[in-house]
């Protein structure tokens, strides 16, 4: 099983990225997706959750309206489209696959990747 997120950096305040997530060794289209965010000193936190087919979504307080959680099963892909950027939305990101159903929680993921570095900084 391999997950790999790529499509971080450096941006300034209002800024936009899109992270990608890439799936393998396991049947994606049947998974929730989500993605979390760790920040140095602070615990991981679930930002976005989406279910297998992408009809439902979900979205941490913090980033509702901002950012965009979609998913291509042909590609056996994950996105997050981040608008308006702050800095507080800084650190690493990380996608995650879960069997089980969305939550905040990391606990019921099944998979991780090794995350991808977001600095919002002017």
């Known amino acids: 099983v391999q997950l790999v997120e790529s499509g971080g950096g450096l941006v300034q305040p209002g800024g936009s990225l899109r992270l990608s997530c890439a799936a393998s060794g396991f049947t994606f289209s049947t998974y929730y997706m989500g993605w979390f965010r760790q920040a140095p000193g602070k615990e991981r936190e679930g930002v976005s959750c989406?279910?297998?087919?992408?009809?439902?979504?979900y979205y941490a307080d913090s980033v509702k309206g901002r950012f965009t959680i979609s998913r291509d099963n042909a590609k056996n892909t994950l996105y997050l489209q981040m608008n308006n950027l702050k800095p507080e939305d800084t650190a690493m990101y990380y996608c995650?696959?879960?069997?089980?159903?969305?939550?905040?929680?990391?606990?019921?993921?099944?998979?991780w990747g090794q995350g991808t570095q977001v600095t919002v900084s002017s």
């Open positions: 989406i279910q297998w087919t992408g009809s439902s979504t």
């Open positions: 995650a696959a879960s069997a089980g159903g969305c939550s905040r929680s990391p606990t019921i993921f099944d998979y």
